[in-house]
């Protein structure tokens, strides 16, 4: 059973678009955790989001947390190809991580 | 500072073997994981152990086993492999803290495997 449903799961733009991942869930989660993996590699942490209506900045990429903590968003302005990747939510429940299937994001120059 | 390592990177298998993955940590986390990954499906919890001397199942523990072995170093077992068992293995370790929302969990490179 799949609590995180991730969408779009496949998105491809051009170098310089805007783009945006969506994370929602049925439940509520004590933290939500975004994660990216390039091929071959295992999943790297991004950030983490705790509380409702949080919004974090990591230079080009901005993630928000619903005042419901319930889904969450990651916006990425300006995407370049290094933005390439599949990114991936996790909801966190007592540190065991439940996680969405992903979307695979394709910047090309 | 290696972070997570495991072997092998891959592996083939013929249905009915069996195998040992290890994997090991070297950041003294308390906490180490073993997940599959799927097309499709994201990564699914197979075992955990939230410390040295306990495992427990996660979503989808069977056909597996697990030693926690020592603070470092956490091995899944498949007993007779079987061709659902193809995927992508990852190990992940953390410094877990029940009293905090921020519980990183840092992954290995994957183990790729095969079943025929």
């Known amino acids: 059973t799949q609590l995180l449903e991730q969408s779009p799961q496949f998105l491809s733009i051009q170098e310089g678009e805007n783009l945006t991942v969506y994370c929602n869930s049925s439940?509520?989660?004590?933290?939500l955790q975004w994660y990216r993996q390039e091929p071959g590699e295992g999943p790297v942490l991004l950030v983490t989001?705790?509380?409702?209506?949080e919004v974090k900045k990591l230079k080009r990429l901005t993630f928000q947390f619903g005042d419901a903590r319930k889904d969450s968003s990651l916006h990425i302005t300006a995407a370049q190809p290094g933005d390439t990747g599949l990114y991936l939510c996790?909801?966190?429940?007592?540190?065991?991580?439940?996680f969405g299937a992903g979307t695979q994001v394709v910047v090309t120059p | 500072n290696a972070g997570v390592t495991q072997t092998p990177k891959f592996q083939v298998l013929k249905t009915g073997q069996s195998m040992t993955l290890q994997c090991a940590q070297d950041?003294?986390?308390?906490?180490m994981y073993w997940y599959r990954q799927d097309p499709g499906m994201g990564l699914r919890l197979i075992y955990y152990?939230?410390?040295?001397?306990?495992?427990d199942k996660g979503e989808v523990p069977n056909g597996y086993n697990v030693s926690r072995l020592n603070k470092r170093e956490f091995s899944l077992r498949l007993e007779s492999a079987a061709p659902s068992q193809t995927s992508v293995y990852f190990c992940?370790?953390?410094?877990?803290?029940?009293?905090?929302?921020?519980?990183?969990?840092?992954f290995g490179p994957g183990t790729r495997l095969t079943v025929l």
């Open positions: 992940a370790s953390s410094h877990l803290r029940l009293d905090s929302y921020y519980n990183e969990q840092f």
């Open positions: 439940s509520v989660f004590s933290s």
């Open positions: 989001v705790v509380t409702g209506g």
């Open positions: 996790a909801g966190d429940s007592w540190g065991k991580l439940q």
């Open positions: 950041m003294n986390h308390n906490s």
């Open positions: 152990s939230a410390s040295e001397g306990t495992t």
